[in-house]
């Protein structure tokens, strides 16, 4: 144990903090570090920075989707390196889709950090909304935030693409789409989309389109997310 261990998101599985396995003689822990390191470079929002089969909630919801996201955490890298991609859908807001999502991501972040893979400097999961990609290729396309930003789009192992289909669509934003959809596929890396719209609705013509929509089904696992809100349950809990 270090004196680092106290705030770990990884106590629940650290088999140093456990005494499963003898840690460095340093007094700071270096997988904490990598790991933070790795989560920061990632952009998950904070609500979701913690979400992962340890924090997960099951219950009748969502108790058949939870079966299928252990197993793919349990095999993780391989999933990742064979290309899978995820689509989470369900029209009812806060179901668990972004959770499940990060749940994912989290879990590849865990399990590479540690490894060569990571080297610092480029994320190895990498979180954005869709919505404000878009705007952000559309109006501000040459900041070197944005250019950095497609840079790793097209590289990253894991993209989670939140909200796919969300805010205004143009032929713009299936254009884009469809150019970042094709390369990832193309490059056999993996993609996590989450959306409050069904596969109908997406292939409308207005909305992403036919041809990315079916790029978005190539080699992926869909999970349907129903059942109460967890938001409003939270909220109720909190004596609201
Ligand atoms: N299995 C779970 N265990 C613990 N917390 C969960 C679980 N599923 C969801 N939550 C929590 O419930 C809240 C709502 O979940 P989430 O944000 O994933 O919903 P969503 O389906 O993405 O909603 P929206 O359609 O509005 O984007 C979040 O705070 C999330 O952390
Ligand atoms: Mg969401």
């Not at 340093?26 to 933070?36: D, I, V």
């Not at 349990?74 to 899978?84: A, F, P, R, Y």
Request: glycine share 6%.
């Amino acid at each position: 144990m270090y004196e680092d261990c106290k705030d770990c998101i990884a106590t629940k599985w650290c088999k140093i903090y456990k005494g499963e396995v003898q840690g460095s003689k340093n007094p700071w822990c270096s997988a904490k570090y990598r790991l933070e390191e790795a989560l920061k470079l990632s952009r998950i929002p904070k609500i979701y920075i913690e979400a992962n089969i340890y924090n997960y909630d099951v219950d009748k919801d969502n108790q058949e989707n939870y079966k299928i996201i252990k197993k793919v955490v349990d095999n993780i890298i391989e999933t990742v390196e064979g290309g899978t991609n995820f689509f989470f859908y369900g029209a009812s807001p806060g179901t668990g889709k972004t959770f499940n999502a990060s749940v994912i991501i989290n879990h590849y972040i865990y399990k590479s950090c540690l490894t060569s893979r990571f080297d610092f400097e480029n994320p190895l999961g990498l979180y954005i909304v869709y919505a404000d990609l878009i705007d952000d290729l559309r109006y501000r396309r040459d900041q070197d935030y944005v250019q950095n930003t497609l840079r790793l789009i097209n590289q990253v192992p894991l993209l989670l693409i939140d909200d796919v289909g969300s805010g205004s669509n143009s032929d713009f934003s299936r254009e884009q789409t469809y150019i970042i959809m094709n390369n990832r596929i193309n490059n056999g890396l993996s993609t996590i989309y989450t959306s409050n719209l069904s596969i109908i609705e997406l292939k409308k013509s207005d909305n992403l389109g036919s041809r990315n929509v079916s790029r978005l089904l190539n080699n992926t696992i869909g999970l349907e997310f129903k059942g109460d809100d967890r938001r409003v349950k939270s909220a109720r809990r909190a004596g609201l």
